[in-house]
């Protein structure tokens, strides 16, 4: 099982300000067929996930261009280039180039 | 517009079984793979189960930790995505979200059904 570790549990965040989450699997995420499936989903409190960025860097429909995807093989980072209000709650990276599929922990993001 | 509906959500007792329903709309749900993925209270996401298209085999995989214990399944005629849940334990407690892979994995998710197993 591959396992998602992400860093930091907790983030108080600026607004206005950056911010950046990581996350690092335990092997190569990289698929037999060349894709790399690393996600980033977020979640505030009470509602569903939502999906942010597939493939290590590519935004999903409708995601601010605030928000981009970066990394390579087992370490990706999340970054936020301006964090608006609306960005509280927990980001979750997972994977899903090898079954069983597996998230990372969650970074739980706060507004200091 | 893309909307997936669970149900089935309930209170049940440990060893007992319930089968969670998701009702998808929107999308022509015979062509795309679907999970369920669930969340225990307070807790992270736990990738529960996968179920291909049938074009694809209609090939199911399954967590270890209900593997044996739960089946994914699909109704290609109703547009409805199944999990039949047996031999519920305590730490199967959690809401239960159907998840869509439509252009990407886990793109559309269902506001989720709570399952409590508890005496």
């Known amino acids: 099982e591959i396992v998602m570790t992400q860093t930091p549990l907790s983030s108080p965040v600026t607004l206005g300000q950056p911010a950046s989450f990581s996350c690092r699997s335990s092997q190569n995420l990289v698929h037999s067929d060349g894709n790399t499936y690393l996600s980033w989903l977020h979640q505030r409190p009470g509602q569903p996930p939502r999906l942010l960025i597939y493939k290590i860097s590519n935004r999903w429909s409708g995601v601010p261009d605030r928000f981009s995807g970066s990394g390579a093989g087992t370490d990706f980072t999340l970054k936020i280039s301006r964090v608006e209000a609306e960005d509280v709650g927990v980001y979750y990276c997972?994977?899903?180039?090898?079954?069983?599929?597996?998230f990372g922990q969650g970074t739980k993001v706060e507004i200091k | 517009e893309v909307q997936l509906l669970e149900s089935g959500g309930d209170l049940v007792q440990p060893g007992g079984s319930l089968r969670l329903s998701c009702a998808a709309s929107g999308f022509t749900f015979s062509r795309y793979t679907m999970n369920w993925v669930r969340q225990a209270p307070g807790k992270g996401l736990d990738w529960v189960s996968t179920?291909?298209?049938?074009?694809?085999?209609?090939?199911?995989h399954y967590a270890d930790s209900v593997k044996g214990r739960f089946t994914i399944s699909r109704d290609d005629s109703e547009s409805t995505l199944y999990l039949q849940m047996n031999s519920l334990r305590a730490e199967d407690t959690a809401v239960y979200y159907c998840?869509?892979?439509?252009?990407?994995?886990?793109?559309?998710w269902g506001q989720g059904a709570l399952v409590t197993v508890s005496s």
């Open positions: 997972m994977q899903a180039t090898q079954f069983p599929w597996t």
């Open positions: 998840v869509s892979r439509l252009a990407h994995h886990f793109d559309y």
């Open positions: 179920i291909s298209d049938r074009g694809n085999g209609a090939n199911t």
